[in-house]
């Protein structure tokens, strides 16, 4: 059954082979065959499916016979092999360089093999210290240019950070909360849900109609902002230094509750809610919830008592659905009942896991971290420093572990007499090792308070590999905790594959379990494993992965994930007191 094909996508799908063929290095003459072969296709009057059905492509000027083959395998089957064999040989990496500006796939090959890299912030390193511009056919201003082009493409891509996007919305809302006739100002979009990472910042005002013009004019005229996309009375869009979008919606205080559901999204959950209304015979819009008329639209003259997002929810028979689980992604089940899920909070947390200090690759002391958290209102702290074999990041020969021990027996018998109720539990992140194992003996790991087991190495390991190695660890006797289960870093470099949905009930059978890594480049465990994560009782622990004072802040967004992944406090262990974590980590 051969499916009807349209003539851009098939040009496109061209091209992308063309470019595929330069990555991996092939023939320069068989990309430009694909090349010719796209713009004929691009070009051509006819109806491509005419030709595919009468297999008469090569009729065309610019396709041969191989083409045309492939072209007819495509119609039928959906795909191409010669494509999915270079899908599998071009290093994934390489595909991001590819929006390099000035760059092409040829010189991106060159240098990839060159210099054995794949990563954008490898080429940075080595447009840095001078390898790039020795490379025959590139030179000093190449290298500059390359980079020129990075900083460029980092300014200006799609997405950011949370903490990127943070700052930038935490001014705005200063400034705009500041301005008059403002009765209310929030931030809404992927921010306010938590979502990893953020596409363009929405917010959203209410106020009357007749400040209008004035909040418009503080919004557009801020230092904030290098460019106006769009201007308009209730609706405006700026680009920031940084490169950002950032949107701003006013509306009248009257519609504020529904704008605000509207523009905290997803897509997905409004579209959802806005059928539950229709099966009640309700209409849900950005300006609230009515009655529906004889034509089954809204009825603006007969609108249901609406204050808060919460009132909605209840008029279509659910509890308050937290931002975060807005996702259309199992919040409704959670809410049916008419109680509001309990998912953890910040202010739930009474101790920090997951700290590293100058013993290994941290800037602070053991002291210093510890004063840190007790600044902060905690009542413990778990010193995780890097194992023996992450020797790079200064980890700790078994000498030294016992060393930091005597350490902090000495700061905890201060704590002890001086009557300070703060405690310092003795953890190691320890490597986990290629076959699975950890980094000590067993004599040696039972003598921790805690004992977290990350991988630092290998990450391109093939999925069931990878998988064994983080199973061998969590069976073991003396790991409490995985740490970052995927290795990725947010827009920077993918995780491994293993298959979190098989690791999840295997961790929580032995009672591992899987930090949430709260530092905002990594976010892992991923928040779409919540449903699994629940389904077994998974354990986890809010982690900052500290390596300096500021670093401790950054469980912030690990509590974000932790909703999003419908955590409660029960199933996070640093929510728990002292006596109970260390009843619990046995
Ligand atoms: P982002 O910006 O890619 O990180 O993700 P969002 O969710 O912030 O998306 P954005 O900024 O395009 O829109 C903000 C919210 O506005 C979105 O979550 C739901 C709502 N919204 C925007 N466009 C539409 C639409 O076409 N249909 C529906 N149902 N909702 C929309
Ligand atoms: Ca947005
Ligand atoms: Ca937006
Ligand atoms: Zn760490």
Request: hydrophobic share 35%; glycine share 8%; charged share 30%.
């Amino acid at each position: 059954m051969s499916h009807s094909l349209q003539k851009d996508e098939v040009a496109a799908l061209l091209e992308e082979i063309a470019t595929l063929m330069r990555l991996a290095g092939e023939n320069d003459f068989r990309a430009m065959a694909f090349d010719r072969a796209a713009r004929t296709i691009e070009n051509l009057d006819g109806d491509i499916n005419q030709y595919i059905e009468k297999q008469t492509l090569t009729t065309l000027k610019g396709i041969g016979n191989s083409i045309a083959e492939d072209l007819y395998i495509y119609a039928e089957t959906g795909s191409i092999p010669v494509r999915e064999k270079l899908l599998e040989q071009v290093p994934s990496g390489l595909f991001s360089w590819l929006k390099i500006s000035g760059l092409g796939p040829k010189k991106i090959f060159k240098i990839h093999k060159a210099l054995n890299i794949t990563e954008i912030t490898e080429l940075k390193d080595r447009c840095k210290d001078g390898s790039v511009a020795s490379l025959p056919g590139l030179g000093q201003k190449s290298a500059e240019n390359i980079l020129k082009s990075i900083r460029w493409m980092e300014q200006f891509a799609e997405r950011c950070r949370v903490d990127e996007a943070e700052i930038i919305a935490d001014s705005f809302v200063g400034i705009l909360s500041d301005a008059e006739g403002v009765e209310q100002v929030s931030v809404a979009g992927s921010l306010r849900r938590a979502s990893e990472t953020i596409g363009d910042i929405d917010i959203l005002v209410a106020a009357q109609e007749v400040h209008s013009e004035n909040i418009m004019e503080r919004f557009v005229r801020n230092s904030e902002v290098v460019e106006v996309l769009g201007r308009g009375t209730t609706k405006s869009s700026v680009r920031t230094g940084e490169g950002r979008q950032v949107d701003l919606r006013i509306v009248d205080p009257e519609h504020y509750p529904a704008a605000l559901m509207y523009f905290t999204g997803s897509k997905e959950h409004n579209v959802a809610m806005r059928q539950r209304a229709r099966t009640r015979n309700l209409q849900l819009n950005e300006y609230g919830l009515f009655h529906q008329n004889a034509d089954n639209q809204a009825d603006f003259n007969r609108p249901l008592p609406v204050d808060s997002e919460t009132d909605i929810y209840r008029h279509l028979n659910l509890a308050y659905i937290p931002p975060e689980l807005r996702e259309g992604h199992g919040e409704f089940e959670l809410a049916e009942g008419g109680i509001s899920p309990d998912l953890v909070e910040l202010r739930d947390l009474q101790g920090i896991i997951h700290a590293h200090t100058t013993w290994s690759d941290g800037k602070r002391s053991i002291r210093e971290m510890a004063k840190a958290c007790t600044r902060r209102g905690y009542r413990y702290l778990a010193i995780t420093d890097h194992s023996r074999t992450a020797a790079y990041a200064g980890g700790l020969t078994v000498d030294r572990v016992y060393e930091q021990w005597k350490e902090i027996d000495v700061i905890n018998n201060e704590y002890a007499q001086r009557g300070t109720d703060f405690y310092i539990l003795k953890g190691i992140e320890s490597d986990i090792l290629s076959d699975g194992k950890l980094d000590y003996p067993d004599e040696v790991l039972k003598g921790f308070d805690l004992v977290i087991g990350s991988v630092h190495f290998g990450l391109e390991n093939p999925p069931d590999k990878m998988l064994d190695r983080l199973m061998r660890a969590a069976a073991h006797p003396h790991l409490h905790m995985l740490g970052h289960p995927t290795g990725r870093l947010l827009l920077q470099r993918e995780g491994s594959k293993a298959d979190l949905n098989r690791l999840i009930p295997f961790a929580a059978e032995h009672n591992t379990a899987i930090e949430i890594n709260a530092n905002p480049r990594r976010l892992d465990l991923d928040w779409r494993y919540g449903r699994k994560a629940r389904e077994v009782n998974l354990m986890s622990a809010v982690c900052p992965d500290a390596h300096s004072e500021e670093g401790l802040d950054d469980v912030r967004y690990g509590i974000g994930t932790a909703r999003k992944a419908g955590f409660p406090a029960q199933r996070i262990l640093n929510t728990f007191s002292l006596e109970e974590l260390m009843k619990r980590l046995g």
